[in-house]
């Protein structure tokens, strides 16, 4: 299976040359997010209002999926549905874990232990094979930049990306109101059926309240 939504948000958040991680916590809502859109696509999940539910369990044959997919039917413990957002709030800094450890075992990231300050031991996981980035990055600038019609994973991308506010992090040195308009544009287009557009929506507005709640918290 091609590099999940998942594992390309991590992509754009990982330093090419450190391996660390920028805006972490930002991006851990979208990796959340675009692992849970991916099981949606997939008929596995879906996602009504401020709930989701386990529509379909069987397994989709990508690892990273399924683990989070067994994870999910656990957690739901036999109820009908659960809050999107109560997912997205336990998954997030797991889902990051998973997705580097996904682009490690692909050998498109490779780990390294170091120690900072010389005392603490860190990860951090630099670029190894830059083919899975540059195809990445070439799709969010056909379809911002330059205006081209985004194909349905792409344009959900560009929809979580847009949410978390990573737009920094998507096109490094464009000003941001260059790309925000284009961006929500095509979140709100018609790109997906109905089911899964309503279900982004539902994942954004999550997305947009706890971002902007912990930017909030952040800075006072």
């Known amino acids: 299976m091609a590099v999940t939504l ?3 948000i991590m992509l754009l958040s990982l330093d090419d040359e450190s391996g660390a991680k920028e805006q972490r916590d930002a991006a851990g809502w979208a990796v959340a997010g675009g692992i849970l859109l991916e099981l949606v696509l997939a008929g596995r999940v879906s996602v009504e209002g401020r709930n989701l539910a386990l529509a379909d369990a069987t397994p ?45 075992e692909r050998g498109v990231v490779v780990e390294r232990r170091q120690k900072w300050l010389g005392l603490f031991p860190v990860r951090r996981y630099p670029e190894a094979d830059g083919a899975a980035e540059a195809e990445l990055r070439q799709r969010l600038r056909d379809a911002v930049l330059d205006g081209a ?3 349905e994973r792409t344009a959900g ?39 899964v557009r309503a279900a982004i929506r539902d994942m954004e507005a999550v997305i947009v309240a706890v971002t902007m709640t912990t930017v909030i918290t952040a800075t006072t």
């Not at 399924?66 to 109820?79: I, Q, V, Y």
């Not at 260059?178 to 059926?193: K, L, T, Y």
């Open 157 to 195: 991308l560009v929809a979580l990306v847009h949410a978390a506010k990573l737009h920094g992090l998507a096109f490094p040195g464009v000003p941001r109101k260059r790309v925000a308009d284009r961006m929500a544009a095509i979140a709100a287009g018609q790109w997906a059926g109905e089911s």
């Open 6 to 8: 998942a594992e390309e």
């Open 149 to 151: 019609d985004p194909d």
């Open 60 to 104: 989709t044959g990508e690892p990273l999926l399924d683990l989070r997919l067994a994870l999910l039917e656990s957690w739901l413990g036999g109820h009908e549905k659960r809050r999107v957002k109560d997912w997205l709030t336990k998954d997030r800094s797991p889902a990051v874990d998973a997705a580097v450890e996904r682009l490690c």
